[in-house]
């Protein structure tokens, strides 16, 4: 049995473990959507989730306190004036998993971490227009 097991090491050191984590929840916060494996998601959300909640009350406090986690100091500020304001009025669960399937290679379960206000049509309506100013301009 395995008593009071807090977190899923995913077979890595530490250091390398906590390099992995502070990389995939910047990633997250700034794509606001990632794919990985379902462990990964599932230990990464825990931090995303810890963060997005301090970053509710922008004081100079929580800002330090989520820095010590986030390198990036772009995503840093997206965190405290769009993602943090966006999610208000949410009581927790501000990531949803979405599952894609399988790998090819070594068949581990592949999923699609992502905020839940996440809006795919503004992705799409993004790529519309890079391509089209390239052909506006030619």
């Known amino acids: 049995m395995n008593h009071k097991v807090g977190f899923n090491p995913l077979s890595r050191t530490t250091a390398h473990r906590r390099a992995m984590t502070r990389n995939m929840v910047t990633s997250l916060l700034r794509f606001e959507r990632i794919t990985t ?10 931090a995303a989730e ?17 820095a010590k986690f986030i390198q ?8 405290f004036t769009e993602i943090g304001p ?32 996440y809006n795919l049509d503004s992705e799409a309506s993004e790529k519309k227009a890079k391509t089209a100013a390239p052909k506006a301009a030619k």
Not at 37 to 46: M, P
């Open 37 to 46: 494996t379902k462990a990964k998601a599932l230990e990464v959300r825990r």
């Open 86 to 117: 966006r999610m208000k009025d949410r009581n927790g669960g501000y990531t949803r998993v979405l599952k894609l399937g399988f790998r090819q290679g070594d068949a581990a379960d592949v999923v699609i971490l992502e905020l839940v206000d």
């Open 72 to 79: 990036d100091e772009k995503v840093l500020n997206k965190l």
């Open 50 to 66: 810890k963060l997005i909640t301090r970053s509710k009350v922008d004081s100079v406090h929580n800002r330090r306190e989520a």
